[in-house]
C-alpha cells in the first residue's frame, strides 16, 4: 500500500476501512511469530498457542532432516521466504529416498522417476535466520502410480512452523507416461496415518 491507498498514521497506512497496514520496518519478534510494533502486546500467558507437534523421532516410516536456516533464505520480510518450505519439503522426501535404499541412481537405472502432482502446504509461524529446523516427512498413503507424502516442519523448541503434503505421480521416463510403482518401493514406505497416533 503507498500514499495514494490510504493515509499515513503511526508509523502505517490507514486504508479508507480503517485498517492499518504496517511495513517490514514496524514488525518485532516475538514468542512464536512476529507481530506489528503498532499492536499492543498480550499479556502473559493470554496470547492462544497452536498444539504442538509430537515428537515423531524414531518413529518407523518417519524421517527427519534437520537444518539450520542461512540468510540466502529470509526474505524482504526478515523472515524465511515460503518457497524455501517448498525446497526443503523436496530435500526431506530424497533424502528420505536415499535412507530406505532408493537414491536417485536407482530411479534411473529402473527407467522411472516421482513427479509432482500437487503440493498443498499452510504455513502457521514463521522461521528466522538462525533457527534450527527440522522437517520430518512420512507416506501416508501408497497407491498404485501414486504416493501422498506428508511434511510437518517444526522449530526445534518443538513449535510447529508448516503443515503440508505433496502428491506424488510415478512416471516412465522414457514414454513420460505413468506407471506401476514396484512392489519392493512400495515395501520401502511404510504407510503413516499421523506420526505418534
Known amino acids: 500500500m503507498d500514499g495514494r491507498d490510504g493515509v499515513r498514521v503511526d508509523g502505517g497506512f490507514r486504508a479508507d476501512g480503517g485498517q492499518r497496514a504496517y511495513g517490514v520496518a514496524d514488525l518485532r519478534r516475538v514468542a512464536g511469530g512476529i507481530a506489528s510494533r503498532g499492536l499492543a502486546r498480550w499479556p502473559a500467558g493470554m496470547m492462544p498457542r497452536m498444539p504442538e507437534v509430537s515428537g515423531a523421532g524414531g518413529q518407523a516410516g518417519v524421517h527427519e532432516q534437520r537444518r539450520t536456516v542461512q540468510d540466502v533464505e529470509i526474505d524482504e520480510l526478515g523472515h524465511v521466504n515460503n518457497l524455501r518450505y517448498l525446497e526443503w519439503m523436496l530435500a526431506a522426501a530424497l533424502d528420505h529416498s ?6 536417485a541412481e536407482r530411479y534411473r537405472e529402473l527407467g522411472n522417476a516421482w513427479v509432482v502432482r500437487s503440493h498443498a502446504i499452510e504455513y502457521l509461524r514463521p522461521a ?10 512420512w507416506v501416508s498413503e501408497m497407491g498404485k502410480v ?5 511434511y510437518a516442519i517444526v522449530r526445534a523448541d518443538g513449535q510447529l512452523l508448516a503443515r503440508a503434503e505433496t502428491l506424488w505421480v510415478f512416471v516412465n521416463r522414457e ?20 506420526p505418534g497416533a
Open 98 to 103: 536415499s535412507a530406505v535404499g532408493w537414491p
Open 128 to 137: 528466522f535466520v538462525a533457527d534450527e529446523v527440522v522437517v520430518r516427512t
Open 146 to 150: 501414486s504416493s501422498r507424502r506428508k
Open 175 to 194: 514414454r513420460h507416461a505413468l506407471d506401476r510403482v514396484p512392489a519392493q518401493l512400495q515395501a520401502a514406505f511404510p504407510v503413516v496415518q499421523e
